[in-house]
């Protein structure tokens, strides 16, 4: 897992990386959690195995900033919805949505 970082730099990483991958921003769905593992890999079924198509950042040890990062990615035109979780919503995530993730 990654070590915390400030907003901008979790930003400034998650915009490098989708544009990379040169798709769509609207192809990528972001969001915040305190429990990143389940979230990701059970509710959204990402497949456990590590690509290029997915990624975490663990923010500021602070829900707010975490949020700031989440909402700046959806303005972008990721999908999500803003508000979910709870105080302990440090990590946000992003992930190339596909045939087998949820959505």
């Known amino acids: ?4 970082v ?12 989708i544009n990379k991958k040169g798709d769509p ?3 990528w769905y972001c969001g915040v959690t305190s429990q990143i593992d389940t979230r990701l890999h059970d509710e ?15 923010v500021c040890f602070n829900d707010g900033d975490a949020r700031a990062v989440e909402t700046a ?6 999908d999500g919805g803003r508000g979910g979780g709870d105080e302990g919503c ?13 959505p």
């Open 44 to 58: 959204h079924k990402v497949p456990r195995e590590k690509g290029s198509w997915w990624l975490t950042w663990r």
């Open 90 to 102: 440090v990590f946000v995530y992003a992930y190339k949505k596909g045939s087998v993730t949820d």
């Open 73 to 78: 990615l959806l303005k972008l035109g990721c």
């Open 6 to 17: 400030d907003k901008d730099t979790a930003y400034r990483g998650m915009v490098a990386h």
């Open 25 to 27: 921003y609207s192809d």
């Open 1 to 4: 897992m990654e070590e915390a």
